[in-house]
């Protein structure tokens, strides 16, 4: 069964400043897709940022990056330019074809003025 | 015009009534998911359905039972409701089960409150 581990639980971080959550899971599968969601208090679940395992390169979108290492099994979100409206839960997800996506446990990230 | 609908949003109800949330997606998906968001905001996959057919049934009680009347609709019927059912039920969809590259799009949510 695949795992998703998130081990920060909270993380803070000044507005304008840049913050990475952590990220690792735990496959057999060699061919798979990751994904970072944002859920915000509205509890809106909304699709950050995708990656799939075959693409070598770190997908960016805006102020969002990752870090894939695809043999550490990491699959880190890095957020530049931290605003205020990035606080939320922030949940990373691991799917394989035929099978239901998996979340970690959340990091709660919080931007301050 | 929202993708994936659920309604209702809020639920409070007594312990031992049934209730039902019901979910529509207009996205033209194949593969429709339930999830259970817990107090401790973990997400756990409880039914999957594609194209109306059954394929994910995890250790979820016997009380919950969902129902697929057309791949568009995916509703879930909770029987002799209890406190631990509390919780924030998703709904999501994927293209089907097979294409999950683009993930799965939710719905806003049901916060269901058994007292």
């Known amino acids: 069964a695949q795992t998703v581990t998130q081990s920060q639980p909270e993380m803070s971080v000044q507005e304008a400043e840049t913050v990475t959550l952590s990220c690792t899971y735990d496959?057999?599968?060699?061919?798979?897709?990751l994904f970072w969601y944002k859920q915000p208090p509205s509890r809106q679940m909304i699709l950050v940022i995708r990656?799939?395992?075959?693409?070598?390169q770190n997908a960016t979108e805006n102020r969002f990056s990752v870090n894939f290492q695809k043999a550490a099994k990491s699959f880190s979100l890095k957020i530049s330019d931290s605003q205020l409206g990035d606080t939320a839960m922030y949940f990373c997800a691991f799917v394989h074809n035929n099978n239901d996506m998996r979340f970690g446990a959340g990091t709660r990230l919080t931007v301050k003025p | 015009d929202t993708a994936v609908s659920q309604t209702p949003k809020y639920l409070v109800t007594q312990m031992g009534n049934d209730k039902s949330i019901k979910c529509e997606q207009n996205?033209?998906?194949?593969?429709m998911y339930w999830y259970k968001q817990d107090s401790k905001k973990f997400l756990k996959i409880m039914f999957s359905?594609?194209?109306?057919?059954?394929?994910i049934n995890e250790t979820v009680p016997n009380r919950f039972s969902p129902k697929s009347p057309d791949k568009a609709h995916l509703n879930l019927h909770i029987n002799s409701l209890e406190l631990g059912d509390s919780a924030v039920y998703f709904c999501?969809?994927?293209?089907?089960?097979?294409?999950?590259?683009?993930?799965?799009?939710f719905g806003s949510g049901t916060r269901l409150t058994v007292v």
């Open positions: 996205l033209g998906h194949d593969t």
């Open positions: 990656q799939e395992a075959y693409k070598q």
């Open positions: 496959t057999s599968e060699n061919n798979y897709y």
């Open positions: 999501a969809s994927s293209q089907d089960h097979f294409r999950v590259y683009s993930g799965y799009t």
């Open positions: 359905y594609n194209n109306k057919e059954l394929i």
